[in-house]
């Protein structure tokens, strides 16, 4: 992964050195299932288009590099469905029903008639036995029936995409870890405004919480996951 450019020195000596940092991957399990965090129209923007074009419109949208993530993230989403993997959708709370992240403007975009902000885009659309959550905090896990879900079907194993990589998705993956999941981020299909946020955070959770993995080999390993899991994840 990329984030060697933004580590210091001292960074790099502890790693290769005697130190506590990892040294091998935790492992994913064998019943996972696909955490898709905040993959809305205000986090991308609408039409494509450069990042300070984009802006303009949608003041709060990532720009190229979460589309590039969501094409990547398309195909994922179609090997864990032929895996029978269940797929779980999170979009933030509607700025009405109150914002956890104080920023000053709940302003998502200006224009009438444009696509709706929180609306999933259409290129990684939900079908209809995937799963559609609202959240109202950057965790997936805070007050939500997450857990419930996951624990119905015997998931043992989160693989998450999405953004922010340094918000949502980190928040998400903190989570996951405590209450004992193991964890895959795919790194290719998450994304922030800001690329020292996104790599920084990435090796983070490397280092302490998940399994940073490309999408293809995660598309790999649900290839191998075996199929016909009803919902209480034994083999039907």
Not at 35 to 57: I, Q, T
Not at 96 to 109: C, F, I, Q
């Amino acid at each position: 992964m990329d984030w060697t450019d933004f580590l210091t020195e001292q960074d790099n000596a502890v790693l290769n050195g005697t130190s506590w940092a990892k040294s091998a991957p935790f492992g994913l399990g064998g019943r996972p299932a696909v955490l898709a965090v905040d993959l809305y129209y205000a986090a991308l923007g609408h039409p494509r288009g450069e990042l300070p074009d984009v802006l303009a419109d949608w003041p709060s949208a990532c720009g190229p590099q979460g589309w590039d993530a969501v094409d990547r993230t398309a195909p994922l989403l179609a090997a864990a469905r032929e895996a029978d993997v269940p797929v779980i959708y999170f979009h933030a709370t509607p700025p009405e029903l109150g914002r956890w992240n104080r920023k000053p403007s709940a302003r998502l975009t200006p224009n009438p008639g444009a696509k709706d902000p929180n609306a999933i885009v259409a290129e990684v659309a939900p079908e209809p036995d995937d799963v559609v959550l609202t959240k109202i905090g950057p965790s997936c896990f805070h007050e939500t029936p997450l857990d419930t879900v996951l624990r119905a079907r015997d998931v043992d194993t989160l693989l998450v995409v999405g953004e922010a990589t340094s918000g949502c998705v980190r928040a998400t993956v903190v989570d996951a870890c405590t209450r004992g999941y193991r964890v895959g981020v795919i790194g290719d299909c998450c994304f922030d405004r800001f690329e020292a946020s996104h790599w920084v955070s990435l090796f983070d959770m490397d280092q302490k919480y998940a399994d940073v993995i490309s999408a293809d080999r995660a598309i790999a390993y649900l290839r191998g996951v075996p199929t016909g899991l009803n919902p209480k994840g034994k083999a039907a």
